[in-house]
DNA sequence: GATGAATGAGGGTTCATTCAT
DNA sequence: TATGAATGAACCCTCATTCAT
């Protein structure tokens, strides 16, 4: 109550109140736990950095997460759960395939790799076989959902003719595989040989789909 | 098992000599290695656990390796090293490239995906980016030459005209993608959704080089 | 329960006003760290726990005891202090020795045994080497009054030949002992062995005073 | 087998070999921690302090005991285990009644008060009702057994008219509460007021079994 | 060479205590 | 006065590495 005093009505710039601070606590070390995740690994971050980095004490950390483990599951959960929506949007809407393809190579170019959800898909790559519930809930929540409403819109394609390969309806993962190997190739090999990511996923569009101008 | 890995074909019943048996000992120790490191990563693996499943003691893997993370190395180095050449290789055989793909198609599954080579490119995906310098020797000795082996090829296609799209010259991730998206999603998901791998990369290949006889 | 206390007998529905509110707050800490302590012993136990148990916030416990250590020093002032002049009055009552010991039994069974004092005197058992001041507290406000309550009354008694047993006036811990084994008894082995602690005592004081008639 | 070699057959003095030494160390790190837990209860006790005054490092400990757990109870195992035959021994001998309570007098004295044995009793006394398994094997391996030996023999005693209080034998913790009071007060109010052990029990074995020449 | 007991730095987690609201 | 989020020191336990045998 006491603080609702210091909220003002008039001014957009009203000094944030204590469960805003809280959140903005929360959301200070899921970020710098994502970062301190992808650049070590789960098992070797130091929660004792994921403190330092969110500008918090250690113990703080545990008001918001039961442990480390919590902290990493809700890391992707927090990030990748809003953006499923966004995908299976895009797959529904009631565009030619070609521009549907492009749509989601720029959708991948900007809301993947431009973000740290690239580092969540990687740390999910890396650290998922040790965390099987991690797993489920990626697949539950994230693929089945994404790879469901590519399937219809494939299947809706075979029926009319704008795609012939039979395969691609049972397997999405080859509209996938190029985005996989892009995030894992940059993490790896880009100071050897860059990659062009938007150019290797506009690439296997054209194979997939046929020649459609670029986006 | 371990003592008699040497034997002469010769003299049946010769005892392995001194160096033998620690040659031996240095491939139980890799095997048993590669296979803690698969199942926990790199920095969860335990030392100990590694040499009670090589059957020798603690003290013994820092005689043949300097320290962990050389082990880590040296797994990659010695199952990886040796097979880049039979893959060159096929590359550079004079057959049909729909011929040529479903080798490469066979390969993959029978002596990547069918053998602990899948795990060490899973491992390598998943700790590279810690290991630079073994991202390096990969990218050195294993990828550049495999890919330039595989654009060679490809630009010999290109020019003959057994392939129209330029991109896969200057993108043979496209050929290794599918391999790569599949050494995950069997880590990760299998068992919410069992991918047949052979099917997928071969869908690919038909993609890529039109339509084949089954290999 | 809580706030309702302190509730005048007058008027039945007057509001606690702050002073009052405050003591039963500082009450209901008291109970809710003996349980605490008593359950985990006061190292283990929580003031986290004491707090959600007593109904309050953690920091309103520091409004109303130093630290840790002296909420558990006031717990064993505030149960034990008022309890000593009960036990006073009975060894100065003027009645025969026989019956006395029959009394005790039953103060000790009903006031200590039936009540957390029970606990208490466990805690000052177990807890008590690691507090000095205390185990000075206990022996000055309560012990030494007990113990000189009693050896008064058996000087009387060896005077009057009552008793016969020097040894008695020497060390009135033997009339105390079996109710100390019994508390210890109860709180370790009692799943396995049941222990009736009124015969117990009875016993004790059947042999030190001859055989009286059941309470 | 070198070791060996530094074994003389001759000298009585030979250096200690590699067993010896891991036993003198598990010995030193027990003792260690009985005195660490004695000063300070098992929660506040520190694994830190124990390694320094049994001078081993931190690590050592685990080699010997899966955690602090397993050390407290080991420490109440080695000691009190082989002490139980002792007492039995006692209890079955064929020696008058009151000869045999001088002798259960001075074997407390010397091999409990006098001995690492008090402070276990303080501790299973103060500890055990956090430790259910060790109260269990204490009252299994221990207490039913000193019991069982004291029972039969009190029952002969009744039988032969040597005790005339039949609830002696089916309250032996009569003979044992002076012990057990004595251990809790000298821990907790020696400073204030002495005891004289070997007296207190004397008196208490002099009432139940009538007076008897000191031992 | 081979062993495995010993080391001790390091990190996840807990919890008494503080303090802004 | 009451709150409970935040703090950070403390502590158990792990495990890579060493070294006496």
């Known amino acids: ?18 469960e805003e601070k809280s959140a903005a606590r929360r959301e200070a070390i899921l970020a710098a736990a994502l970062d301190e995740f992808s ?3 789960f098992a070797a971050a130091r929660l004792d950095d994921v403190a330092k980095r ?15 483990e919590a902290l990493f599951q809700e890391i992707v959960r927090s990030l990748m759960g809003p953006f499923v929506g966004t995908v299976e949007h895009a797959f529904n809407a009631d565009i030619p ?9 720029e959708l991948f170019v900007r809301e993947v790799f431009g ?15 040790r965390f099987p519930k991690l797993a489920e809930f ?17 299947q809706r394609a075979l029926d009319t003719g704008e795609i012939s390969h039979k395969a691609l309806v049972r397997y999405p993962q080859l509209i996938a595989a190029p985005g996989i190997t892009a995030i894992i190739w940059t993490g ?28």
């Open 115 to 129: 973000t740290r959800r690239k580092d969540i898909i990687r740390l999910m790559m890396t650290e998922g076989p």
């Open 97 to 105: 395939l070609r521009t549907l393809a492009n749509q989601v190579v």
């Open 54 to 68: 969110a500008g918090v004490a250690k113990g703080t950390i545990y008001l918001h997460f039961r442990d480390k």
């Open 188 to 215: 790896l090999f880009d100071r050897f040989e860059p990659l062009n990511v938007r150019e290797l996923l506009q690439a296997q569009m054209n194979i997939l789909f046929g020649e459609g101008r670029a986006s």
């Open 138 to 154: 990626y697949y539950r929540e994230v693929l089945s959902r994404v790879f469901n409403a590519a399937r219809k819109r494939l």
């Open 1 to 18: 109550m006491k603080p609702a005093a210091k909220r003002s009505l008039k001014t957009e710039k009203r000094l944030p109140n204590r």
């Open 39 to 41: 650049a070590r690994g």
